[in-house]
């Protein structure tokens, strides 16, 4: 158990439609990144919070957006969603200092149809 | 710029055989390097690290060096076992603006069959 824990794990809906992905991030971790994982892809870096403020922005589509909250849990907002929006998305946390490991939560998988 | 490149996959052996998944960087200063695993239908897990040149990070059998000449990280397993099937991710961080920047490789499918 890593300790970011991400909401829901699974979720299907329809194209057009709008979605949030949640997560807490371990306990004490600031910072907190996004990351998309389709069909035999690898990870793609969409967006990085420090302590409730955008940090870095990476391949993220004007379509999605995201927040850190003051407890700092985060949110990834997706919508007008397509069907080549349907992966798994990631969150992960890191403490930011020594070596700034990331540790990941275990996904939501979206399926759009 | 910064980047990652890991061999591609699938790699496919028998159980007990070695491993070696081959993983290259390109990096200005010295990054910290890491080996991810991704076991089916889970998130990514940190296998090992290592955070200066000839540093050998190791975990569960699994081993890789740091080799700055070479700009190399290459990761070993003596002795695979099926439990080992997965993607293994090589990534790099580096401080970047007060935070810290990660690049992932694209991952390596291993398969070990019984």
């Known amino acids: 158990d890593s300790g970011v824990t991400q909401t829901p794990k699974h979720l299907i809906t329809a194209t057009g439609q709008r979605v949030t992905l949640r997560c807490s991030p371990r306990?004490?971790?600031?910072?907190v990144y996004w990351y998309q994982q389709s069909l035999d892809q690898g990870l793609q870096f969409l967006i990085q919070y420090y302590n409730g403020e955008e940090r870095a922005k990476g391949n993220i589509l004007e379509r999605f957006s995201a927040q850190q909250f003051p407890d700092l849990h985060s949110e990834l907002n997706l919508s007008s969603l397509e069907l080549g929006d349907s992966a798994l998305y990631f969150c992960?946390?890191?403490?930011?200092?020594?070596?700034?490991?990331?540790?990941f939560g275990e996904g939501s998988r979206l399926t759009v149809l | 710029g910064n980047s990652v490149t890991q061999m591609e996959g699938p790699v496919t052996l028998s159980e007990e055989a070695f491993l070696t998944i081959n993983c290259t960087y390109t990096?200005?200063?010295?990054?910290?390097l890491f080996w991810y695993v991704q076991y089916p239908g889970e998130g990514l897990q940190l296998l090992l690290k290592?955070?200066?040149?000839?540093d050998k990070g190791s975990n569960k059998g699994f081993e890789a060096t740091y080799r700055k000449e070479t700009t190399s990280f290459h990761l070993e397993k003596g002795s695979v076992q099926v439990s080992d099937s997965a993607v293994y991710f090589c990534?790099?961080?580096?401080?970047?603006?007060?935070?810290?920047?990660?690049?992932f490789g694209t991952g390596t499918r291993l398969k070990v069959l019984a």
């Open positions: 290592a955070t200066k040149a000839d």
């Open positions: 990096a200005t200063g010295y990054p910290s």
């Open positions: 992960a946390s890191s403490v930011e200092r020594n070596t700034g490991e990331l540790f």
């Open positions: 306990s004490g971790d600031l910072s």
């Open positions: 990534a790099l961080s580096f401080p970047l603006s007060g935070t810290y920047k990660y690049i």
